[in-house]
């Protein structure tokens, strides 16, 4: 159902690949809502991805960018405002990828090299952006600005990798730029640390399957799914939300505020083989 929550508003979307990624979900519902939106992502990956289908669907501009690149950078933004015909009022960053990762190099057996591109890609791009649009003063005043982040910025999950390091920097992006961009424009900074959620990127960390199902089972509501998530960058990007920014905002079902569930413990309790149990089944701890 749609609200007209973004009647009227220009958007850029950063990293929708395929209809299996959250910034794809998001473009279809920021144009649902009444939003403008262009599309962007590098070059390579609008040559190899579907994107072209999804500009179709919404009626986008796509306009390909290297998001580690200044330059690219500031050609986007100028032509953004001359293809919509107006400032900017929000952007999503939905940018991430580790070489790391991808070379299966543990956390304790980084390369350097790929860590660099880790961070430059995962994190500070997202500084990149913000800095080229605010010294293009391409963003409307009251504008959002949103980046997906994930809740290994502030605990540890094995597989997460370097990525850990990357969603910490992000949110601290966030949270500093938030401050200068607020006091001086209206324009509000946020991240939103989602759920695990099956897309491109998320099928590479190590064992994603079990922590899916583990996020699954702690979470009261379950995890989010990325067409939920959409929904809530909507909010977000919407007037709404005026007054929030320099915020990590968790959408994962209450993942983050839990210890351990029942649904957790249950299934923890039936990985015990039989000699660590009593003769009436009971577990023996210790």
Not at 114 to 128: E, P, R, V, Y
Not at 183 to 206: C, D, H, L, M
Not at 224 to 229: G, K, L, R, T
Request: proline share 1%.
């Amino acid at each position: 159902m749609a609200y007209n929550l973004l009647k009227g508003k220009r958007g850029i979307i950063f990293g929708a690949l395929n209809d299996a990624s959250i910034a794809w979900k998001v473009a279809e519902r920021a144009s649902e809502e009444g939003a403008q939106i262009v599309l962007t992502n590098t070059p390579v990956a609008c040559r190899m991805g579907t994107i072209d289908e999804l500009a179709k669907k919404t009626n986008a501009t796509i306009i390909p960018a290297d998001a580690t690149s200044v330059d690219d950078l500031e050609k986007l933004f100028v032509q953004a405002q001359e293809v919509m015909g107006g400032k900017i009022d929000f952007v999503l960053h939905s940018v991430a990828m580790s070489v790391n990762m991808r070379k299966k190099r543990t956390y304790d057996d980084l390369d350097y090299g790929f860590l660099n591109k880790t961070l430059d890609i995962s994190a500070i791009s997202f500084h990149k952006m913000i800095q080229t649009a605010k010294k293009l003063d391409a963003i409307n005043e009251n504008g959002s600005i949103l980046a997906l982040s994930y809740v290994a910025a502030q605990r540890t999950f094995f597989g997460y990798n370097d990525m850990a390091d990357a969603k910490s920097l992000l949110e601290s992006i966030a949270r500093s730029f938030g401050y200068i961009y607020g006091r001086e424009k209206g324009v509000r900074v946020n991240t939103i640390s989602q759920s695990p959620t099956f897309t491109t990127a998320g099928g590479g960390i190590k064992g994603f399957d079990g922590l899916y199902d583990f996020s699954d089972r702690m979470s009261p509501l379950g995890n989010a799914s990325a067409d939920e998530c959409a929904d809530y960058c909507v909010v977000m990007f919407s007037d709404l939300t005026k007054k929030v920014t320099m915020q990590n905002l968790y959408h994962d079902g209450g993942f983050s505020s839990m210890g351990m569930s029942l649904r957790g413990m249950t299934q923890y309790e039936k990985s015990f083989i039989d000699e660590n149990r009593d003769e009436n089944g009971k577990i023996i701890y210790g």
